[in-house]
């Protein structure tokens, strides 16, 4: 039987985006709930269940990293339809936002940690126990506002069955990793455009880049192994549950060949399953 309660867990790293989630979230029909105290979470769980008030079918409740496990706790399996959300960001991203808001990090407040350096490590050590691979996870160190709504709206809106569905990032190792990748692909050892002068100006979404990169000997081979690999990966994801599996493709600067690599990976599997990609580099997603 579906469950006719749903509800969107969303928790993270202090700083990583939790208020413009919950803000998306809103706008999206979500009912919020806001620092609800934990100790009440059994009375909340009976009013979402029994409640008749269209308000409490689509419910998004944000919850700090020290109630973050209890809340889960509380909420799953309690034939509720439950989703995490889990925000994550670079340390120097976040050190950044708080220096430039000039808001004072929760653990900080609590005396948990003694400077902003030494509270966003606590915190981390904190979630990294707890973070596991049936969450929705999103780095937004590279995000606009704009492309977080985007991303929600793909996982979370009202009405849509969860399905499986990939994410094909490409990115540049100079730039540092996606932190919210399942899979790292490293292409770095691919024939390089860049060394080519006619097309070092160009990118992976131009033809004749993307001709250089796939028609390669060593690309064909490297896509046919990949191919079956992932053949048979993502299946065995499919079948046990996961929603959502984030595929990162990296090369030095991340133009030319992990851009060339993503658009062929997005267009072999976005007839299989729900695809997605982004060149983080070109801030450009693409939805098929």
């Known amino acids: 039987m579906e469950k006719s309660k749903h ?18 979230l809103e706008d999206m029909g979500y009912h919020i709930i806001d620092n609800f105290p934990v100790q009440l979470l059994s ?13 409490y079918s689509y419910i998004a409740l944000s919850t700090s990293a020290h109630d973050f ?46 400077t902003l350096e030494e509270a966003i490590s606590v915190e981390r050590q904190m979630l990294s126990r707890i973070n596991n691979s049936s969450f929705v996870n999103v780095d937004t160190s590279f995000l606009t506002e704009k492309e977080v709504k985007h991303i929600l709206e793909q ?32 292409v770095r050892f691919l024939p390089n455009p860049y060394w080519v ?34 053949d048979y990966s993502l299946e065995q994801y499919v079948t046990e549950g996961k929603n959502h599996f984030t595929i990162a493709i ?5 133009q030319h060949r992990s851009v060339a690599i993503t658009n062929w990976l997005f267009d072999h599997y976005k007839e299989k399953y729900h695809s997605y990609k982004q060149h983080r580099d070109e801030k450009e997603w693409i939805h098929a």
């Open 155 to 186: 996982y979370f809106a009202k009405g849509a069955a969860p399905a499986f569905s990939i994410s094909f990032i490409s990115f540049g190792y100079k730039y540092g990793v996606p932190m919210d990748a399942d899979l790292m692909i490293d």
């Open 197 to 230: 002068p006619e097309l070092r100006i160009y990118s992976g979404d131009d033809q004749n880049v993307y001709d250089y990169v796939i028609n390669k000997p060593e690309t064909q081979e490297f896509l046919k192994r990949l191919t079956s690999f992932l």
């Open 69 to 114: 496990p209890a809340f889960l706790r509380g909420v799953k399996g309690q034939g509720i339809d439950l989703r995490v959300l889990f925000l994550d960001a670079s340390d120097s991203v976040l050190i950044r936002r708080y220096k430039s808001t000039r808001r004072t990090h929760p653990l900080l407040v609590s005396n948990t940690a003694n």
């Open 7 to 24: 509800v969107v867990l969303v928790s993270g790293m202090s700083g990583a985006g939790k208020s413009t989630a919950t803000r998306v």
């Open 250 to 254: 990296g090369c030095t600067g991340g």
């Open 43 to 55: 009375l909340l769980v009976d009013m979402i269940e029994t409640s008749t008030d269209p308000r």
